[in-house]
């Protein structure tokens, strides 16, 4: 049974990865300061470490053979709280799991990098060889610690994962990701305020982001960054798309000073053989569903930013 090491374990993407990977009989330690909140259930193969990435030892990785890092300041407003504070945790606790991942024989190290290390680009098609242009501190951060865990390539398998726009329901529901955000104030105040709206952006399931990762672990893959965005589409395409669902709600058009837009093409890991298996429509589906059910958590920890200033983390 493969022991695997997640980072960020209780975290939006983290809280369905990890019950997904006790299903298929994988041996799991979560790694997580749960700033927002314990979100996984107790198991018999789960190990849940309350600790803070740059204090990790070499301990944590004795017998571990695949690493998930998912633990970051996870977007731009909350990196921007404070910049140096992200960057030591984005960047220099990498290289802080690349040695200990190194040191304890770690087969695989699979990285939650962005695609939104691409930043500006009106390019039909941005595959993993395009110019990088980063133009957050956070995206930034992204771009250096792909650097840092690639220099690490000779010594275990490195896969640095470049996701699209993650929507879909979590335990540790995110509410400032764009489709849930715009599902979730469709539902909630009958409006869906859009910031511009023309930029186009790429889209991912949350089953399908963690299927991609299990991909990384079940196949024998070579060293690299591999996209994973499955549906590039605007805001103001998402918009309709939740309206004809909530046909109730008004759209609002708004000033945007967010000017990323970029279309991301994934045709490298879908040749592989690679199948996503959902869409932005069933994430609007199941976010509506979840509501309807009183099942969707929507309190204050949905917002990164709000939650993390007021743990004052900074
Ligand atoms: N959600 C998206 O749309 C998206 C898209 C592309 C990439 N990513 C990347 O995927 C990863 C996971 O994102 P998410 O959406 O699950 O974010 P999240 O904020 O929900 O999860 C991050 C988790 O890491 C934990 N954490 C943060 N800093 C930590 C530290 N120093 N020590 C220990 N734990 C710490 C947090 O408590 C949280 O539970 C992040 O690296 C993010 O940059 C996310």
């Known amino acids: 049974m493969k022991k695997i090491l997640v980072t960020g374990g209780s975290g939006y993407k983290g809280s369905v990865l990890i019950p997904r990977l006790l299903k298929k009989g994988f041996q799991v330690i979560s790694i997580d300061t749960n700033w927002f909140g314990d979100n996984l259930n107790d198991h018999s193969n789960l190990q849940k470490e309350i600790i803070d990435i740059r204090e990790l030892n070499l301990k944590h990785f004795e017998g571990v053979d695949v690493v998930i890092h998912l633990a970051n300041i996870a977007n731009d407003p909350s990196v921007e709280l404070d910049p140096l504070l992200s960057w030591e945790i984005n960047v220099l606790a990498s290289q802080k799991i690349a040695e200990f991942s190194k040191k304890s024989n ?3 190290l699979i990285y939650a990098s962005s695609g939104s290390v691409y930043g500006l680009s009106d390019k039909e098609k941005v595959t993993e060889d395009s110019e990088l242009v980063p133009i957050s501190e956070y995206n930034k951060t992204k771009m250096i610690s792909e650097r840092v865990f690639l220099s690490y390539k000779n010594d275990m398998n490195i896969y640095c994962v470049r996701p699209a726009t993650v929507c879909g329901v979590s335990p540790r ?40 990762y299990e991909f990384f672990i079940d196949n024998n893959i070579d060293s690299g960054c591999y996209n994973a965005g499955f549906e590039n589409i605007s805001i103001l395409e998402i918009a309709k798309l939740v309206q004809k669902k909530l046909p109730y709600a008004e759209i609002i058009i708004e000033s945007s000073n967010d000017p990323r837009s970029y279309r991301q093409c994934s045709d490298t890991i879908l040749k592989l053989g690679f199948k996503p298996k959902k869409s932005v429509s069933n994430a609007i589906d199941e976010i509506i569903s979840a509501y309807q059910t009183n099942k969707l958590y929507d309190g204050e920890k949905a917002n990164s930013v709000r939650t993390l200033k007021a743990l004052q983390v900074y």
């Open 106 to 108: 770690v087969s695989s």
């Open 173 to 212: 529901m995110r509410l400032d990701v764009a489709v849930n955000i715009l599902t979730y104030s469709a539902l909630k105040n009958k409006v869906i305020r859009v910031f511009g709206g023309k930029q186009v952006r790429p889209n991912i399931h949350i089953e399908d982001i963690c299927a991609v």
